[in-house]
């Protein structure tokens, strides 16, 4: 539903001192377009020397891996950030990246709660998520310069996994890394301009929650996460 | 040196109360090899009524300046806020067919003092001396809306004696503001206790500045609170042997 | 609360804030540490009067082509199952928030900070309702626990609060039994917070930017809030002021960076959120309803008049970060939500000159905001253009000011009245000067004179000594 729509346009266009157009797009001739010449020509070493740098300014820990490594460190990164519960989101790429032994087999073994998120389980999946000590999800897009993780929400790709649990780990396969949010934004454009269903949430996650409402005091951890790290992941 | 001729835009803060940098700022050119023109037709550039929204009440006295100035090849002044006003007129004149295009030949030869011997005169060294410490302020509208920056520093950075140290916080305004300073006088107070607060803490002997207003409110409060900094404008600096 | 916060005159705001060493010292600190941050920032980025430039013409395309934007923000809103209300008024946008509400049967709501919220009243309205409405924002929560007290700046609206305040205030309200250290403050807060998150029935936050082409509205924090008030309660009702609006994604994200930068100097914040209709069939998280209200409330009459690029506000506070009046006088001074340059040209604009024509004098039009801007609003020209209407239009100046600004126009513009005038000056002021200096001046030196030395007039003045100086040839 839509309400007083009409009167309300007709008068910003009057405002204007022309009619109304709902109808005639708008053309957009940019006189300035900073965002192509920024960070475009930088090789992907580069871009991970950048990426890097960035996750000491975010107080984020950046470990970099291999496939084979993968379940191990992980395994490493929750142990250190004292094991389970876990929630997780319900995503192929956690077996396409060799965890699903970790995830169904040795942690259910050693005791670990692991909550994968199942949409059947409505509400139940916010309250395990809540309880976790450690959320773990992929990256869909990672920008080098802010250190961020790009997370599309779907059935199995709760949002609050990234956000509930005190802590927080992102697999980011390597091939997701792109210089910036401006990549980012042309993706997610195009795909609005092709038609597509973009996803109800798209979260830009860069490190963990903090705030600097106290005196300017850098404070980490306030409604997020308190802590957060990063595994980067060479592709297979 | 050619032979430069040079129209002066004194401003009335200098002709009534500040004589002796007019008095230098003719000398400096002078040195420099310019031929200097002082219109005596000339009054106030009209800021001070602007600036308080008095646009049409200080009209007449734009256009009088722009009259008084037209016959000149540069017009040069001591002052980066009064500079400033001399190229605003195309603006406030910009739907006036007869007047707009005056005051943008206006605009396109004035210059403030130091810009002028800097980017003009192509002098990065007047022969100053001067022995002491100094501290600069950069005056907000010469900064700011004229673009000034680096000139005077490089003709300071120059003079034979003179020591620099930083201002803290210089980008801050000194709470002259024209009007302001009387009509919001406590906070105007304010502002330019924090200048002299950090002009103190330079320990310079010197607070150099190219704007005489602002000159003016600093100075008048250091004299008033009995801080034994001198206040000078850049073309007494650069006038000194 | 609604825009307005106070009663009192400006000038006893501002005498009386003065008084607040703390507050002061915060502020300073506060803009040095912020503008160091941003002027570091548009540093590393590069480009960046490009990059405002950009900004700028963005903004300038929007607010041209609001009427398109809007229609299209909202068709596809519709697509997505979600709600919209366009509220001329904050009245109307109040009255449909509460019907969403009581037809949701809402009681306990979450919000996540929100300057438009703030100017319509929102709280103070769910409040009559008997709703229970809780801040999220670390900073606002503490203003609110705090007997609602206003917030002095837009990004960190407790600015002028110290931690020990703080740490009284949640002594007295949340049973608080820790020090005053931050962490230990936000710890307390996020664990009160969280169990308010997980039993909300409706969560409201405001949009930093929406976007048309796919209905979205982003929403940019460091706490991570907006993304609690948003995922857990069944109901979001999102409250925008109609002119936050861009194209698509790419502008998104230019005028995003330039928010983030511009404010607190980081590339982004920590949650950068974009939200686009309810939750989807079959996702377990996120609103089942989602509602979106569009603000008018005095912006349209702010369209196509020399005001409009005000609209073009990102509300990154970088001008007030820089603002060396606000630095002294602080936020409540303002006596609006909206404080320093930016709050200055805002605020009478959609409250009126009865109540606010002070805050356009309270500039020395030093343009220290404009230069800050990250979309170029000309802030400084806007201050100066209410001065002009409040002289010519409205008529309100003093009338002993009008009196001496017709005379100043006469006498600055007559030369023989200049040079009489200014000749006459020295003797005129003889009686008052000692020492070369006036340190009590008559009339409209009083003023002057209570701070600073006034510089007695010159007995020769310069032209004086010129003409002599040319008779002598001139030039060394």
Redesign the interface.
């Known amino acids: 539903?839509?309400?007083?729509?009409d009167?309300?346009?007709n008068?910003?266009?009057k405002?204007?001192?022309r009619s109304?157009?709902?109808t005639?797009?708008?053309e957009?001739n940019?006189?300035?377009?900073?965002?192509d010449?920024?960070l475009t020509n930088k090789t992907p070493d580069e871009l991970m020397t950048i990426f890097r740098d960035?996750c000491r300014l975010?107080h984020t820990e950046l470990i970099e891996t291999t496939g084979e490594k993968l379940a191990d460190v992980l395994e490493a990164t929750v142990n250190l950030y004292g094991g389970g519960p876990i929630s997780l989101w319900d995503d192929p790429r956690y077996t396409e990246f060799g965890l699903a032994s970790l995830i169904d087999e040795t942690w259910p073994s050693r005791r670990v709660d692991v909550h994968k998120?199942?949409?059947e389980?409505?509400?139940e999946?916010?309250a395990r998520a809540?309880q976790a000590n450690v959320g773990i999800t992929f990256s869909d897009m990672t920008?080098a310069?802010?250190?961020?993780v790009v997370l599309f929400?779907?059935?199995g790709k709760?949002?609050?996994v990234s956000?509930?649990p005190k802590q927080y780990i992102a697999i980011i396969p390597k091939s997701t890394i792109v210089p910036r949010?401006?990549q980012?934004?042309?993706e997610?454009?195009r795909r609005?301009?092709a038609g597509e269903?973009?996803?109800?949430?798209?979260?830009?996650?860069?490190?963990?929650?903090?705030?600097?409402?106290?005196?300017?005091?850098l404070?980490v951890?306030?409604?997020?996460?308190v802590k957060a790290a990063y595994i980067v992941v060479e592709d297979r | 040196m050619s032979d430069v001729k040079v129209t002066l835009f004194i401003t009335c803060i200098v002709d009534m109360f500040q004589a002796d940098v007019g008095k230098a700022t003719v000398e400096v050119l002078e040195r420099l090899g310019c031929d200097i023109d002082f219109p005596m037709g000339q009054v106030c550039c009209g800021q001070p009524a602007y600036n308080s929204g008095y646009v049409e009440e200080s009209k007449d006295a734009m256009k009088k300046m722009i009259a008084t100035f037209e016959h000149a090849e540069v017009v040069v002044t001591p002052s980066g806020s009064c500079a400033t006003m001399f190229k605003e007129y195309q603006h406030i004149f910009h739907d006036d067919p007869i007047w707009r295009p005056r005051a943008e030949k206006l605009a396109s030869k004035t210059y403030e003092l130091t810009e002028f011997i800097v980017n003009v005169l192509k002098v990065e060294n007047v022969g100053a001396k001067l022995s002491g410490v100094a501290t600069y302020h950069p005056s907000c509208h010469m900064t700011r809306l004229l673009g000034v920056k680096d000139a005077p520093m490089t003709l300071l950075h120059n003079v034979e004696g003179l020591q620099f140290e930083p201002l803290p916080n210089a980008h801050n305004c000194c709470g002259f503001g024209g009007t302001f300073s009387v009509k919001m006088g406590n906070i105007s107070e304010q502002m330019v206790d924090e200048k002299v607060d950090s002009a103190e803490q330079t320990k310079a002997d010197f607070l150099i500045g190219a704007d005489g207003g602002c000159l003016m409110n600093i100075g008048g409060r250091i004299e008033r609170r009995g801080k034994p900094i001198r206040v000078m404008h850049i073309a007494e600096v650069l006038n000194s042997r | 609360m609604a825009m307005k916060i106070g009663e009192g005159k400006f000038k006893d705001n501002v005498n009386k804030n003065m008084e607040d060493t703390f507050m002061r010292g915060?502020v300073a600190?506060?803009q040095e540490?912020l503008r160091t941050r941003r002027l570091d920032a548009a540093e590393e980025?590069?480009?960046w009067e490009?990059?405002r430039?950009?900004g700028e013409?963005?903004r300038q395309?929007v607010l041209?082509?609001?009427?398109?934007?809007?229609?299209?923000l909202?068709e596809n809103?519709?697509k997505?199952g979600g709600?919209?209300?366009?509220?001329?008024t904050a009245d109307?946008a109040n009255a449909?928030v509460r019907e969403v509400v009581n037809s949701k049967n809402g009681k306990k709501i979450l919000k996540a900070k929100s300057m438009v919220t703030e100017e319509i009243g929102l709280n103070q309205m769910l409040e009559e309702e008997g709703c229970e409405v809780i801040e999220?924002?670390?900073?606002e929560y503490?203003l609110q626990l705090d007997e609602h007290d206003p917030p002095s700046h837009i990004v960190?609206?407790?600015?002028h609060k110290?931690?020990e305040q703080?740490r009284d205030v949640f002594t007295e309200k949340l049973d608080y039994k820790l020090t005053e250290k931050?962490?230990e403050?936000?710890?307390h807060?996020?664990e009160k917070?969280?169990q308010e998150?997980?039993t909300a029935d409706i969560g409201i936050t405001g949009c930093n930017f929406a976007i048309a082409?796919?209905g979205?509205v982003g929403l940019v924090t460091?706490?991570?809030?907006a993304?609690?008030v948003?995922?857990?309660p069944k109901t979001q009702i999102t409250v925008m002021g109609?002119e936050r609006i861009v194209?698509?994604?790419?502008e998104?994200?230019?005028l995003?960076?330039l928010l983030t930068r511009s404010a607190?100097g980081?590339?982004?914040?920590?949650?950068?959120?974009?939200?686009?209709?309810?939750?989807?069939?079959?996702?377990?998280?996120?609103p089942e309803e989602f509602h979106l209200v569009?603000v008018?409330n005095g912006r349209?009459?702010i369209?196509?008049t020399e005001f409009q690029s005000v609209l073009q506000c990102i509300r990154c506070a970088a001008c007030i970060n820089v603002c060396p009046v606000y630095r002294h006088i602080g936020g409540h001074s303002y006596n609006s939500i909206y404080p320093g340059p930016i709050g200055a040209v805002l605020t009478p604009l959609l409250g009126g000159y009865d109540d606010f024509k002070d805050l356009p004098y309270a500039s020395t039009l030093c343009a220290a905001c404009t230069d800050a801007c990250p979309v170029k609003i000309p802030l400084h020209e806007l201050l100066h253009k209410h001065r002009q209407v409040i002289v010519e239009r409205e008529g309100r100046a003093p009338i002993s000011e009008k009196l001496a600004m017709k005379a100043f126009g006469l006498g600055a513009a007559s030369n023989p009245m200049y040079a009489a005038g200014s000749k006459m000056a020295s003797a005129m002021m003889k009686p008052f000067t000692k020492n070369d200096r006036i340190s009590s001046g008559p009339g409209p030196l009083k003023a002057w004179t209570e701070i600073r030395e006034f510089p007695a007039p010159n007995k020769e003045r310069f032209r004086d000594w010129f003409k002599e100086h040319e008779k002598g040839g001139g030039g060394q």
């Open positions: 539903m839509i309400h007083h729509r009167a309300f346009l008068n910003v266009a405002q204007l001192g109304r157009n709902t005639v797009k708008p957009r940019w006189q300035f377009r900073p965002q010449k920024t960035q975010i998120w199942d949409a389980q409505g509400k999946n916010i809540e920008l310069e802010s250190g961020t929400s779907s059935t709760g949002r609050t956000l509930l949010m401006t980012a934004a042309q997610i454009s609005v301009q269903t973009i996803p109800s949430c798209i979260n830009f996650v860069t490190g963990p929650s903090n705030s600097a409402d106290i005196e300017m005091n404070v951890g306030v409604h997020g996460p | 915060a600190g506060a540490r980025l590069g480009n490009e990059w430039s950009h013409e963005i395309h041209n082509n609001l009427d398109y934007y809007l229609h299209e909202t809103i519709q997505r709600h919209v209300f366009f509220a001329e109307e449909y999220t924002d670390l900073g503490i960190t609206p407790a600015l110290n931690k703080i931050p962490e403050l936000a710890l807060a996020r917070l969280r998150f997980l082409e796919s979205s460091n706490e991570g809030n993304g609690l948003t995922d857990l109609m194209p698509t994604f790419e998104f994200e230019v995003v960076g607190v980081q590339k982004l914040t920590s949650y950068i959120t974009a939200l686009t209709g309810p939750r989807m069939d079959g996702e377990a998280d996120g569009i008018d349209s009459g369209l196509g």
